[in-house]
């Protein structure tokens, strides 16, 4: 496959580059943060999204490296977002949350990469959320988890991504060291309709309630309309992200979001 072999030359280029989706406080409408979504700017084809390449860079092993950068890309950006609305925002400084594919997770070098990347940054490990899809963790054994309680340890949030789409008995959450579920965005479009399914609702209402039992925060994906939000608003969920806010984009921008609502 062509892309997939072009993939290394690619990133020593420097041809990746990460737009950023902010993440919405749903009780006030401010921007906490945002989610780091890395693209592959091809010489030939444009821009390329990462659902056409991230699978390639699995296969090949090529994810470490560019996940990688991501991370330190990612880590660097939020150290220039603190750095520039220090003072102008009291909820704390913008956060990022970054992408772990599930050889990430199984690298000897993800702890001790992610802690060299805050320190060289000077980030604080409070201001990184990593996002773990739902199905990388099915059926996870404590070799795998071990990373990432160390790295929870240290304050760097975990975030459990698509839940809902995976099989994962809901009991499990309890043994894994996340401190969010990020909702698929399923659930969202299942109330594009007015009014929405009520057993829709009664599914979104007793995951956030299990969520909240457990001490996590819930944030929806996909949000696309003022009424989904206030919906969710009202299910308890407590951040949200998708269009109706932005779509993804260049870094600037969410400070840009993030100073007009402070
Ligand atoms: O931005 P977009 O909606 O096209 O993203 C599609 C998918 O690609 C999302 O599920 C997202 O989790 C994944 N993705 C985006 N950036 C990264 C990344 O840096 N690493 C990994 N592993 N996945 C990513
Ligand atoms: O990590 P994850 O795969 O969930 O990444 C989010 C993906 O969802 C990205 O590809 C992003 O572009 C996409 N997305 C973000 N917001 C919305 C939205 O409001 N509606 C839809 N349909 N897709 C969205
Ligand atoms: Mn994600
Ligand atoms: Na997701």
Redesign the pocket.
Known sequence: HGLTTALPAALERGEFFIEYQPLVHLGDGSVRGAE???RWLHPQHGVI???RF?PLAEHTGL?VPL?RW?LEESVRQARRWEARTTGGIDAGPLRVN????PMQLTHPGLVSDTVDILEREGLEPGALCL?VTESALIGADDDLLKPLRRLAEMGVDIAL?DFGTGYSNLANLRRLPVSVLKLDRSFTQGMQHFPADPVDLKIVEGIVSLAHSLDLAVTVEGVETGAQADQLRELGCDTAQGWYYAR?GPPDRLHELALADA
Request: proline content about 12%; aromatic content about 0%; overall charge negative.
């Open positions: 780091a979504l890395v999204g990462p659902d991230i994810i996940g991501v970054v992408n772990l594919s996002e991504d993804p």
